[in-house]
């Protein structure tokens, strides 16, 4: 799996969030946090955790940052007719 920074992004500006605000919500400056966003620096589960509870988000509905890396995965030999 993979995390989808580009959809963290796009949720914190549909619900009208700065980065000022969002670097708040998890305890790290402005800066830190863009970089978080942006995948320069990596998103600790906490801090994830802290994020989409200030989206108002269900803990059933994370699954929209991840992607499935297929071209990472193994393949079966098995055909199926």
């Known amino acids: 799996m993979k995390f989808n920074h580009n959809r963290l992004k796009a949720e ?5 969030f700065t980065v000022q605000e969002m670097g708040e ?3 790290v400056s402005k800066g830190t946090y863009s970089k978080k966003e942006n995948g320069k620096l990596p ?3 906490d801090e994830f955790s802290l994020i989409t509870s200030k989206f108002g ?7 929209i940052f991840f992607t499935l890396n297929v071209a990472g995965m193994e393949t079966s030999e098995k055909v199926y007719a």
């Open 12 to 16: 914190r500006i549909a619900r009208g």
């Open 25 to 27: 919500v998890i305890g």
């Open 43 to 45: 998103i600790h589960v």
């Open 57 to 63: 988000m269900r803990h059933e509905d994370i699954v």
